[in-house]
């Protein structure tokens, strides 16, 4: 490899908005996110309306329910 061309990698965290903190490697010191494996509906098996602020999903629902 190339000398003085790479970026440093050094210990980073990651923090979620919902307070939980990841420590890995990166080549910055501190990535915030939004959303993370503990607060994510698809992991935590809670209602997709966290994330679909706008109503999409109970839209499209009500859209092509079966009527019988």
Do not use: L, W
Request: a positive charge; one cysteine or more; proline letters at 3%.
């Amino acid at each position: 490899m190339k000398k003085g061309i790479h970026p440093k990698y050094v210990d980073s965290v990651i923090i979620c908005a919902c307070g939980a903190t990841y420590h890995t490697k990166s080549t910055k010191k501190e990535i915030k996110v939004e959303v993370c494996s503990n607060c994510h509906p698809f992991f935590t098996g809670e209602s997709q309306r966290f994330v679909d602020t706008a109503g999409r999903v109970e839209k499209f629902n009500k859209k092509y329910a079966r009527k019988n």
